[in-house]
């Protein structure tokens, strides 16, 4: 993800912050700063702080258990709606992923549990009375709002993630919950539709209660809810077809002495977006509609497609699946990969084709279910 920063690496993981989070700092700072002066600006930045290392340990929660069953986490990311732990696979046993998403909310118990145990040492059972909530009457800036603060933030956080709808943690153990006695596709629609009533719920009791934040929680939890369903549909269509038989072996491709101008002309006469550049049945390298823009627009005079291709370019084997070349497509961030058979190469496959090909794929999946209901 770009306009991410790394600010950390724990147990391989690296841990980066999106450039937006800035915004939550700010908010936080203003609003304290507003009642506080500039103590209380200091101080809702550093409650801020403290609230994003508890969502971080969150994410160290699912990821540490996702590495323990032998899946590949990459990073963290911090976004102004909290984080997300990058994955490079889903789980392959409904058990681990029930554990993976439970390990999450597990955290913040723990923490709230640690805090709750502070807190009530350090200023009685009175200063659990919601004080610390965000908004409302909340006490001055002190060590103790500032853990009564952060011990309703952690309580908050697993309520919230406890919903059982996607792209939840709930919702996730909910299908885990499901999978065990039925296959994934039908775990996964059954969780969808189950998530999206109480996204209903949620969204009426929202607009009635004039609580617009939940309104638009129940808006974001609905589509969430439908785009995982859509997802778990096109992992099971994906893995039925190997990209062998799926790349365009009509594609037109270039040679060494090529210039820019004849992929100009390519691509105004084929609409192919990108191209290899071959020598015998050898890879040298591809050149991207994106490539040529940027050509045209920095080298007037004509070079050799040589001279602006790219020459790192992803393998992927002729019997692969769609859905593996999907997953090394999201792990190396590459929108281009080349297929092989052994060494030789047999040409490009790139992130519309998926797209393309899974949308035929699914298209005709569900002829097949209608004919199914029909006979
Ligand atoms: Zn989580």
Known sequence: MSWSYRVARIADIDIKVH?????ILLLGGLDWGSRYGTSGAVFGVVLMTALFACVVLHELGHSLVAKHYGIPVREIVLLPIGGVAMLGRLPEKPRQELLIAAAGPAVNVVLAGILLLITG???????????????GSAPAPSLHTFLVWL????????????IPAFPLDGGRMLRALLAMGTDYAKATRIAAVIGQAFALVLGIIGVLGGHFILALIAVFIFLGAGMESFQAQAKTVLMTLQVGHAYNKHALSLIPADRVSKVVDYILTSYQPDFAVVLGDR????????????????????????????RQVTRVDATASLEEVQRVMMES????????????FLGLVSREDLNEALSVLMFVKRQQQLGAQNA
């Open 283 to 310: 890879l040298l390298g591809i050149v991207t509609r994106d490539d040529v823009l940027r050509a045209l627009a920095t080298h007037p005079e004509d070079p050799y497609i040589t001279e602006i291709m790219q």
């Open 19 to 23: 450039i937006t989070f800035g915004i």
């Open 121 to 135: 040492a350090i200023g009685g059972l009175t200063a659990l009375d919601g004080h610390g909530l965000i908004g």
């Open 151 to 162: 011990l309703a933030a952690n309580v908050t956080l697993v309520v919230f993630n406890l």
């Open 333 to 344: 961030g590459e929108r281009v990969v080349a297929v092989y058979a052994g060494e030789s």
